[in-house]
């Protein structure tokens, strides 16, 4: 076997190989069992047919052949490396440990592939042993905004808005459950049988959910928000066309003027981002604290206090809810409090929050528009189990919320802020608002795109009107109010 190879220096080959390792893999084939010669300086080279380019490795379709050299040469790495002393190197050393060890075993069992087939077998194994496996070039990628498994041969990713599907494919359910047990395991959790669904997070802040067989009836299914270091800015908004510059103008002082904002919208259509970027213009001495489900936020100010909830424990103890965090918040004299995602009754201690002297505190709600978004935030208070009238409700939600922010994913995959809406007050029983600033859809282009623009409704003086005079920002809203009333058209 490759017993201590002299040519790496770290020692982490072994001899006889102690089984076990990290990986739950299926043994090796016999003939990876199987006692081969001890390398010599005089090996002969593997054979090595012509190399040719492979397409992008998400890409690549890769036949039965590739995966039974696969696992021939995996069982036979397995069985010659010590695992527990490769866990020690960084990863680039790893990555040379293995390549040394791969190379030697092609080389021994005699197996006919190119350079290119070699390399990409090397960083498949890589993939392996060190990181997630197939789900490591995806990763990698920057412009990947999602990543969605829905069992061992289907993988779907969102890029610039757009699903597509990959070729990227696990060896089997086997595999693709291995390796969601390894994502869960970093923070604590067990995803199986008996315990099927699971939050987690990658160690780089992406956000995870896995939900197992047999709840997942074509095997585990895997989705993965990726985080992304460089959060957008308003101003990239403005670039991408998500927002006019008069509207993210209009953003920038509700921010300021410290009103009471919901960021509303459905899956994935950037509320946290959007969320994020009203954060910046919140002034440096600001006591913020924000409450999250997975930090994603990434606020600028030096005077933040950053929580997060946390899922029960394997004996289903421990758990600290949305609510638990944001009743405590209240005790830590916050200025303002951020939440990242309001789902349930928590609501109810944001509205009051916003109610007692927190103004500006800000959170997001899933929902299709700003209407849909206050009967969310009824029906959030509903679930908590309070029992108040209808009316009551009501009034404490006009009374809080002073704007919201409706987000949209539009059906070309473009992501657009559609309505800046005020929350005016209530009209007999009928919360009452008005729009400042909508995106109106003109049509589409040859290729498909949505084009539309922004503008403003020609509201001259929002509620907030005193609100911006008393921070001395009247000017710059009339401005951009006036400037926004024709908005030019945009794709
Ligand atoms: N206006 C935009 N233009 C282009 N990409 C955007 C825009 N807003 C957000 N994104 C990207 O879309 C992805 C989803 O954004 P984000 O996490 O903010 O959405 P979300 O509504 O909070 O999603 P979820 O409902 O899952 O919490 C991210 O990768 C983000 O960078
Ligand atoms: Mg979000």
């Keep these: 076997m490759f017993g201590k190879r002299g040519n790496s220096g770290s020692g982490i080959g072994r001899q006889p190989p102690s089984g076990g390792g990290t990986l739950e893999r299926s043994p090796p084939p016999a003939a990876a069992r199987a006692p081969e010669p001890a390398r010599t300086p005089t090996m002969p ?75 990409d077998l090397l960083e498949d194994i890589c993939n392996d042993v060190l990181g997630y496996g197939p789900l490591e070039p995806l990763l990698a990628r920057d412009d990947i905004a999602d990543i969605m ?59 995870v959910n896995v939900i197992a067989p047999p709840l997942a009836i074509d095997g585990a299914a895997l989705t993965i928000r990726k985080f992304k270091k460089d959060k957008l800015t308003l101003e990239q908004l403005v670039k991408y066309g998500s927002i006019s510059p008069e509207g993210a103008e209009i953003l920038k002082i509700i ?18 981002t959007l969320l994020n970027c009203l954060t910046r213009y919140i002034d440096s001495d600001e006591r913020i604290i924000t409450c999250e489900d997975a930090a994603e936020l990434q606020l600028q100010q030096p005077h933040v206090v950053r929580l997060e909830t946390r899922p029960p424990n394997l004996e289903g103890e ?45 959170g997001t709600i899933h929902a299709n528009s700003p209407r849909e978004c206050l009967s969310r935030m009824e029906s959030m208070i509903a679930m908590g189990g309070y029992s108040l009238p209808a009316k009551t409700v009501r009034e404490i939600i006009v009374g809080s919320v002073d704007v919201i922010v409706q987000a949209a994913r539009l059906r070309d995959g ?78």
Excluded at 178 to 198: A, F, H, K
Excluded at 255 to 272: A, F, I, L, W, Y
């Design 45 to 119: 080279s593997p054979p090595i047919a012509p190399a040719a380019s492979l397409p992008p490795v998400e890409d690549r379709q890769r036949s039965s052949s590739f995966y039974e050299t696969k696992s021939q040469v995996f069982g036979a790495l397995i069985e010659a490396i010590d695992l527990s002393q490769l866990a020690k190197l960084d990863a680039q050393s790893a990555r040379e440990e293995i390549r040394d060890i791969v190379n030697e075993i092609i080389t021994i069992k005699n197996i006919v592939m190119s350079i290119a087939e070699q390399e």
């Design 149 to 207: 498994v829905n069992g061992p041969n289907t993988v779907y990713i969102e890029v610039s808005g757009k699903i597509s599907k990959t070729g990227v494919r696990f060896r089997d359910g086997a595999q693709l459950m291995n390796i969601c047990q390894r994502i869960v395991s970093q923070v604590g959790r067990r995803v199986d049988e008996s315990s099927p669904i699971c939050d987690a997070r990658l160690p780089d802040g992406s956000r």
């Design 318 to 362: 421990g758990r600290v809810t949305m609510t638990d965090l944001v009743k405590n918040c209240l005790r830590m004299r916050p200025e303002r409090i951020i939440v990242g995602e309001v789902r349930g009754p928590e609501v109810f201690d944001l509205l009051q929050a916003m109610n007692t002297g927190h103004d500006g505190s800000m």
């Design 255 to 272: 921010g300021r003027v410290r009103c009471n904002v919901v960021v509303s919208g459905g899956t994935g259509s950037g509320k946290t």
């Design 414 to 491: 473009s992501r657009r802020i559609t309505h800046v809406t005020e929350v005016l007050g209530l009209e007999g029983d009928t919360p009452i608002t008005q729009d400042l600033f909508v995106y109106e859809m003109l049509g589409e282009d040859e290729h498909g795109k949505i084009v539309g623009r922004h503008r403003s409704t020609g509201i001259g003086r929002p509620k907030f009107w005193d609100r911006a005079r008393y921070y001395g920002e009247d000017k710059r809203l009339a401005a951009a109010l006036d400037a926004a009333e024709v908005g030019e058209p945009m794709r």
